[in-house]
């Protein structure tokens, strides 16, 4: 029998705790599945005295994430602190010099530096594995690396942010503002510690970056997301577009075009009664969509200690039978630049205004919306009491250069009560 995986992690926050559990408590399946044993030989985090309800004491400490990176019995270094940069940058480029295995749940850092640590892993020829990093406990990066890998993917699409899809539903259920279920999840400790970095569609963003990168055979491209958060979604949109029977998902969409690649995370409306539609709380999901298979859905739990650490020692169980694959599934050196799309491709747009209620407003809009190209699908307005009529439009596919020049063109037509709120729908 083999010697055993020795570990060494850096960070005992929720995951590090959790990948410290399933270790200690599936010490037999672990061998049974990987026949190795694994065992944590050393751990490092940024305070040594708490109780953090697991015992460690068996584990050497190291108060530098470094020292513990490039230890001689530390075979993977499991860089659980999170951050783009400094001490889970420089302790991965510590661990992959000195030709350690690492496995990270840190999504910034991949997105920001993905491309560079994975030349440097691969001239090492040491693995560098991230499933936590993305979308929790849903396997989605071995799905596209491993089970996917003869398909040419031509769509990813879902919901990769478990606070912001917790935030929506809760919304629609109760009736209330974004401002109060704002403060509501942040009590529960439900955003993190930056909440920009939730509702801001920032972390989200991070791993449609991951996932490009893999699906399209190009090298991690954050700056080429176009990104918006949710603060504008607004509860009398929500209302509005179950009415017409759409549900608001913070939605992240990757796809390669003519124009180069489409990537965007923000606010879309999808069809209610699809998968990505019913998402309740704050589960994630990612629909795949490739030439062969033509779609998978993927559906779990995309934050929290278990589904986490379960996703950590997925990666540990494949370093320990051997298994070894390219970074983002295709060698390094052979991920080509992408060309962010200037575009969007076309798509339905849901719109909502208010009219002041004089003959001709409507008519007004209609005009605009003609003179601009777009073709209207659907239309209601609806009863009211006060001198400003709410009015919904979904239109058929159109640019969004069209829908800008339409909402610049209403502005001087006099006529609006208040400022248009233009979504962009997401069909499939
Ligand atoms: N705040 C993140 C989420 C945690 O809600 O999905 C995982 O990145």
Redesign the pocket.
């Known amino acids: 029998m083999s010697h055993p995986l020795r570990l060494g992690i850096a960070g005992l926050g929720t995951v590090g705790v959790g990948v410290v559990k399933i270790i200690r408590q599936q010490t037999a399946l672990l061998k049974a599945r990987t026949g190795r044993e694994i065992i944590i030989t050393a751990v490092s985090a940024r305070t040594k005295d708490c109780d953090r309800g697991v015992p460690l004491n068996s584990y050497a400490w190291e108060d530098n994430p470094v020292a513990l990176a490039t230890r001689d019995d530390v075979d993977i270094f499991v860089e659980l602190m999170g951050g783009a940069d400094g001490p889970a940058k420089i302790a991965t480029e510590a661990a992959i010099a000195a030709g350690k295995h690492v496995i990270t749940a840190n999504?910034a850092m991949l997105a920001m530096h993905g491309h560079p640590l994975a030349l440097a892993a691969e001239a090492k020829g040491v693995s560098l594995r991230y499933e936590a990093a993305v979308a929790?406990g849903i396997p989605v990066i071995k799905t596209l690396t491993e089970g996917l890998a003869g398909n040419e993917i031509t769509r990813i699409m879902g919901v990769?942010?478990?606070?912001?899809n917790y935030i929506l539903t809760r919304m629609e259920d109760s009736g209330l503002s974004y401002q109060e279920i704002f403060a509501e999840a942040d009590g529960l400790g439900?955003?993190?510690a930056d909440p920009q970095?939730?509702v801001g569609g920032i972390?989200?963003a991070h791993?449609l970056a991951i996932l490009s990168s893999i699906a399209f055979g190009t090298k991690v491209d954050f700056d080429g997301i176009v990104i918006e958060g949710i603060e504008r979604v607004s509860i009398e949109d929500i209302n509005a577009a179950a009415d017409m029977g759409y549900k608001i998902k913070l939605l992240g969409v990757t796809q390669m075009t003519g124009r180069g690649l489409e990537q965007r995370m923000q606010p879309c409306l999808v069809p209610a009664s699809s998968p990505l539609g019913q998402l309740q709380g704050?589960t994630?999901m990612i629909v795949i969509e490739g030439d062969s298979i033509e779609q998978v859905v993927l559906r779990g739990p995309?934050?929290g200690m278990g589904p986490t650490a379960s996703a950590v020692m997925g990666d540990v169980c494949d370093i320990a039978r051997g298994f070894q694959l390219p970074v983002f599934g295709q060698p390094a050196k052979t991920l080509t630049s992408a060309t962010p799309a200037k575009s969007t491709r076309p798509a339905p747009y849901y719109l909502r205004m208010g009219l002041v209620d004089k003959p001709g407003a409507l008519a007004k809009i209609a005009t605009v919306l003609g003179e601009a190209g777009i073709s209207i699908d659907r239309m209601r307005q609806y009863g009211h009491a006060d001198t400003s009529a709410p009015v919904l439009i979904v239109t058929h596919k159109i640019s969004s250069a069209a829908i800008d020049i339409a909402l610049e063109a209403m502005e001087r037509t006099g006529v609006l009560a208040s400022a248009p709120v233009a979504l962009r729908i997401e069909e499939g």
């Open positions: 999504k929790g990769m942010n478990g606070s912001c439900y955003l993190e970095l939730d972390d989200a791993k704050g994630n995309g934050a």
